[in-house]
C-alpha cells in the first residue's frame, strides 16, 4: 500500500524560513512532487524530485532523500501569500496517479 | 484557454440522480487524470487515461463511477445514482505525456448531492 504523511498544520511568521517534512511509504518510487493549494482554489505545481538531494527554485527549495523515504519543502522570506494548503506526492511504482498526503495548513502571522 | 478546465464549477443534485462533470485538458496533453478531493484531506486518484483509453481505472470506487475520453481531448466523468457519500471536489489534471511527469490541475467540479 501507499501511506503519506504530513504535519497537519504549521504557523510561521512573515519574513521567516518554514520546512514542511514528509515522509512517505510506498510500492515503488518514480518521483515525489509539492503542490501549494490555496482555499477553494487547484493545486498548483511547486516542485519535484525524482534524485536525492535539493532542488532549488526561488524562495521554494524541496528536498528528497530515497533511502530515507523523506523528503522537505523549505520556503524562505515569507510572505503573507504563502498562507496555504501544501501537499506531499508520490508516483509510485507501475502506478500513473499521484498518491497525495492531506496536505500541511501553513498559517503566515506578520 | 492557457490551462485546464473543468465545468460546472458547483452541481447540487439530489440523491440516486446522474451527473456528468466535464474537463478540458490543456492543449496538446495527451495524459488526463481525475482525482476526487474530500473537505481535510489530499486528491485520490480515479483514474487515468492516455490518449482515448483509460490505462488505469483503479482509483474508481465502484461501478456508479464511469469516464470517457473518446477524442482524446475532452473528458467526462459520470457518476450515477448518486450518494450523499461522493459530495467533493472532482479535480482533473493533464500532463504533456506519460513520460512528462507534472501534473496540471483544473479549479475542480465541486459536487454536492443532498
Known amino acids: 500500500g501507499q501511506n503519506i504523511d504530513q504535519p497537519t498544520e504549521m504557523t510561521a511568521t512573515e519574513g521567516a524560513i518554514v520546512q514542511i517534512n514528509c515522509t512517505y511509504q510506498t510500492s515503488g518510487f518514480n518521483g515525489l512532487f509539492w503542490y501549494q493549494q490555496h482555499a477553494g482554489e487547484a493545486p498548483t505545481f511547486l516542485s519535484y524530485n525524482v534524485l536525492d538531494g535539493l532542488e532549488e527554485k526561488g524562495r521554494f527549495s524541496s528536498f528528497l532523500s530515497r533511502s530515507k523515504g523523506y523528503s522537505y519543502l523549505l520556503l524562505k522570506e515569507l510572505q503573507m501569500k504563502d498562507s496555504a494548503s501544501y501537499l506531499c506526492?508520490?508516483?509510485?511504482?507501475?502506478?500513473?496517479?499521484?498518491?497525495f498526503g492531506k496536505g500541511t495548513h501553513l498559517i503566515i502571522q506578520p | 484557454g492557457a490551462g485546464v478546465s473543468q465545468t460546472p464549477s458547483n452541481k447540487v443534485t439530489e440523491k440516486g440522480k446522474y451527473v456528468e462533470l466535464r474537463c478540458d485538458p490543456i492543449?496538446?496533453?495527451?495524459?488526463l487524470y481525475w482525482y476526487r478531493q474530500s473537505l481535510g484531506q489530499g486528491p485520490e486518484f480515479l483514474i487515468y487515461f492516455q490518449g482515448t483509453g483509460a490505462a488505469d481505472d483503479s482509483g474508481l470506487p465502484n461501478d456508479r463511477f464511469f469516464a470517457v475520453r473518446p477524442e482524446g481531448s475532452v473528458s467526462t466523468l459520470k457518476i450515477q445514482r448518486t450518494e450523499r457519500g461522493d459530495s467533493a471536489v472532482y479535480l482533473c489534471a493533464s500532463s504533456k505525456s506519460r513520460g512528462q511527469e507534472t501534473q496540471y490541475f483544473g479549479p475542480g467540479t465541486r459536487l454536492l448531492v443532498l
Open positions: 492543449s496538446g496533453h495527451t495524459a
Open positions: 506526492a508520490v508516483k509510485g511504482g507501475g502506478a500513473d496517479g499521484l498518491t
